[in-house]
């Protein structure tokens, strides 16, 4: 078949060109179009699908440079009951994930796909994920149907032609496919319209033996832009594992004490639950200085001084929309002032972008993230998507680190872990050694959040170290690869894990803990067991606070609140323990001894 390219090929590298020919002739499109990255290409693409209808340009004197989309009420998160990992063996993918079959889900897939692309161009992105040419980063290609996510992917990776100067005639990358699941008849456009195929067609799949990923049917975040989740995260935890290293869903900072001394501290809460405003908060505390280096993704690799090493392997941030606003994160929003893609936030009649919890009231009218007018009066649903996104650069970052592209990463001092979690856990609690750190994180917990489609918000499921649906292989193998990683290096040169919970609330359902930029607060006692300034109360769930090095001075704290926040509530814990015992049963027996043993030590410690 003969297939039409709309450029030049731009690299020699056999297989490489072989591949994109033979995804072409499967999917048939109008014609094949190597994307270069550039500023010229993201204009011209979104020049098209402002035309197509399917991005309004914002009022250019309040939004310089940035889109509104809006997609399909059925395409507005990650699908997790639609996303695989389809090792060989289904006992290799653990209980946490979907398996189907490699050979059957390929098949099957290949259904879908053949003749998919009529009508459309197919795209092929090169990308880096990690500064070009460092030695952690990893090089990947996507072919898409869906300019969307080629201007996304210019914002949330390195999308340029220096990738083939890595790659030469014959170097390794991670191939990636995606389509929207829409081919067009002969002469059918999208009219506006979010081209995506119902829930039931949509198919994420990982192939973790084959570092494959082959991704139908979704056009939003997670299921569309491959380097992110599916990549830097399904398949990049399977070679960690294979190579002795850590990809992991933690956001990363610089912290600055006003002595200006550095520290690294990376972080990990499930989806929706504070890594974006973490990494960019304004400490309230005198002469604390935060600087953001990743939001989202750490990779993490041991250097020769036996210190864990971590880069951020995104160039953007894909962050939650709702809640932000200049009293909770001033920096995302400077970061959103401009070259930002919006997508499902409510737009005012001005040309500009509206959400709940923006930090000022709504105009009279809006249109609503599903294209309906929206009056404030009268209105029953939120005008933004609960999930609702933005894409926005990490270069436009008024807090980014010096050193967030070094590509030898940043050494790791301290790991968070956390939830959203109205009762029992209290703000911070220091693990007592790797170990414990490893249970802990293991043991983590949070209220469901509205970043997976299929999920009952508000309840409260076990999300081991925020990764339960981006682990690429069977859970109690990857606890296991943490207590390998702990192995690998000396004590003291491991980071300190703590776990933290922003989300107290009382029984009346009042936030104990007023967050954001006081959560500095919570850092500064880590940065202090980290310098070992401070001293910590042993209890039997872990290392805490004394209440009078938490500092709440200028908060509406009360002395009550914080004795709450930092009180070990046994009959809580008693609880939580059976709870966490029936997901260490759900994850079969694979799971460590030592984990195990840990289970009975604190049952003991609890008495
Ligand atoms: P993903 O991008 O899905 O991985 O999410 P994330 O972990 O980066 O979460 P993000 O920082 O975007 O926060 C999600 C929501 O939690 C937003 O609505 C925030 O306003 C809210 N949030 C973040 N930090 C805090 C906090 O310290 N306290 C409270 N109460 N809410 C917070
Ligand atoms: C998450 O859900 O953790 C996200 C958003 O960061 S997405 O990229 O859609 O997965
Ligand atoms: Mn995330």
């Not at 911070?428 to 414990?436: E, F, R, Y």
């Given at each position: 078949?003969?297939i ?24 048939t ?91 459309r ?31 996304n ?44 195929a ?5 198919y ?47 956001l ?60 951020n ?38 040309g ?7 930090g000022?009231?709504p ?55 956390g ?8 703000l ?9 750190g ?19 918000a ?31 290096t ?13 989300f107290?609330?009382?029984?009346d359902?009042r ?22 300034k ?22 509406d ?38 984990l ?12």
């Open positions: 078949m003969k039409n390219y709309l450029n030049e090929i731009p690299t020699k590298h056999d297989r490489l060109v072989s591949w994109v020919k033979e995804w072409a002739e499967l999917m499109p109008e014609g094949v179009y190597w994307c270069d990255g550039s500023k010229a290409e993201y204009d011209k693409l979104s020049e098209e699908l402002v035309n197509g209808g399917l991005a309004t340009r914002l009022n250019p004197k309040k939004r310089p440079n940035c889109l509104l989309f809006r997609s399909d009420p059925s395409d507005v998160a990650r699908v997790e009951s639609r996303t695989y990992v389809a090792s060989e063996k289904q006992e290799d993918a653990g209980p946490l994930n979907n398996w189907i079959d490699p050979a059957e889900l390929k098949k099957t897939m290949r259904g879908f796909y053949k003749g998919c692309m009529k009508g161009t197919m795209y092929v992105i090169p990308f880096s994920m990690g500064p070009v040419g460092s030695d952690i980063a990893k090089i990947g290609f996507e072919i898409t149907d869906s300019a969307y996510v080629v201007i992917m210019h914002i949330m990776a390195r999308v340029t032609p220096e990738v083939y100067e890595v790659l030469g005639a014959d170097g390794e990358f991670i191939p990636t496919v995606h389509s929207v699941g829409k081919p067009l008849a002969r002469g059918e456009k999208d009219n506006g319209v979010w081209p995506c119902p829930v039931k067609d949509k994420i799949a990982h192939f973790p033996e084959t570092r494959e990923i082959w991704s139908y049917g979704s056009g939003y975040g997670g299921n569309a832009l491959l380097g992110k989740k599916c990549l830097a995260l399904r398949i990049a935890s399977v070679q960690a594992r294979d190579e002795g290293w850590m990809a992991e869903h933690m990363i900072l610089k912290i600055t004490s006003p002595e200006g001394e550095v520290k690294h501290i990376a972080g990990a809460f499930p989806s929706a639950c504070g890594k974006t405003n973490l990494a960019m908060l304004i400490p309230t505390i005198e002469a604390w200085k935060v600087e953001t280096v990743g939001d989202d993704i750490a990779w993490m690799k041991f250097g020769a001084d036996g210190r864990l090493y971590a880069i392997p995104e160039s953007g941030f894909f962050g939650v929309a709702p809640g932000t606003s200049m009293a909770s994160n001033p920096n995302a929003m400077h970061s959103i002032a401009k070259d930002t893609i919006f997508t499902n936030v409510a737009l005012t009649e001005d500009d972008i509206w959400w709940e919890g923006i000022y009231d105009p009279d009218t809006l249109i609503d993230w599903k294209g309906n007018k929206w009056n404030a009066a009268t209105a029953k649903e939120p005008a933004a998507h609960p999930n609702a996104r933005f894409t926005a650069k990490a270069a436009n970052c008024p807090v980014i680190a010096d050193n967030w592209e070094d590509p030898a990463g940043v050494p790791i001092d301290a790991f968070l872990f939830g959203r979690r109205p009762s029992t856990i209290p911070v609690n220091q693990a007592t050694d790797w170990v414990h490893t249970f802990v994180g293991s043991a983590a917990g949070s209220e469901i959040t509205a970043a997976a489609l299929d999920l009952k508000g309840t409260v499921r076990r999300d081991p170290m925020a990764m339960r649906p981006f682990i690429g292989y069977h859970v109690a193998d990857f606890l296991q690869h943490w207590l390998n990683i702990g192995n690998k000396s004590d003291d040169k491991l980071p300190k894990i703590f776990f933290v919970n922003w107290r609330k009382t029984k359902g936030w104990l803990w007023p967050g954001f930029g006081d959560n500095s607060r919570v850092l500064e006692w880590v940065f202090k067991r980290c310098t070992g401070v001293d910590a109360v042993k209890t039997a769930i872990g290392l805490l606070p004394k209440k009078e090095d938490i500092n709440i001075s200028g908060t704290v009360t002395s009550a609140d914080l004795e709450a926040l930092l009180s070990v509530d046994i009959d809580g814990w008693k609880e939580e323990l059976s709870a966490i015992k029936e997901s260490y049963k759900i994850y079969g027996d694979r799971v460590p001894r030592e195990l043993d840990q289970i009975d030590a604190l049952e003991k410690r609890l008495g």
